[in-house]
Nanobody, 127 residues
Framework: QVQLVESGGGSVQAGGSLRLSCAAS????????MGWFLQAPGKEREVVAT????????YYADPVKGRFTISQDNAKNTVYLQMNSLKPEDTAMYYC????????????????????WGQGTQVTVSS
């Protein structure tokens, strides 16, 4: 059974940085897609960034391009999200998601494409 454990959330002032980590256990060998999604109160979950291990492809939502970087340590089955130049509108619960797949499946950049989810970690950015 796949388990995802996020860490690294917290409170920071606007312009600051945070690094989120997500460690996956029980993951089958082979390629996978992992990603970060956020959900603000009263809103739907939306993509922040995703990465596919098979070819290193990455996807970023427009609001975070140039500020956030997703990376993956395949040996550790861990995905990271480096968040720089944080803004108050980045405030949300951030969730890690993962899905084992031998190919870059349709929906790999959307929440509906993922089967395994972490508990979430809160990110709060104050102005």
């Amino acid at each position: 059974q796949v388990q995802l454990v996020e860490s690294g959330g917290g409170s920071v002032q606007a312009g600051g940085s945070l690094r989120l980590s997500c460690a996956a256990s029980g993951f089958p060998s082979g390629n996978n897609a992992m990603g970060w999604f956020l959900q603000a109160p009263g809103k739907e979950r939306e993509v922040v960034a995703t990465i596919y291990s098979g070819d290193g492809s990455t996807y970023y939502a427009d609001p975070v391009k140039g500020r956030f970087t997703i990376s993956q340590d395949n040996a550790k089955n861990t995905v990271y999200l480096q968040m720089n130049s944080l803004k108050p509108e980045d405030t949300a619960m951030y969730y890690c998601a993962a899905r084992a797949s031998w190919y870059k499946f349709y929906g790999w950049t959307t929440p509906n494409g993922y089967k395994n989810w972490g508990q979430g970690t809160q990110v709060t950015v104050s102005s």
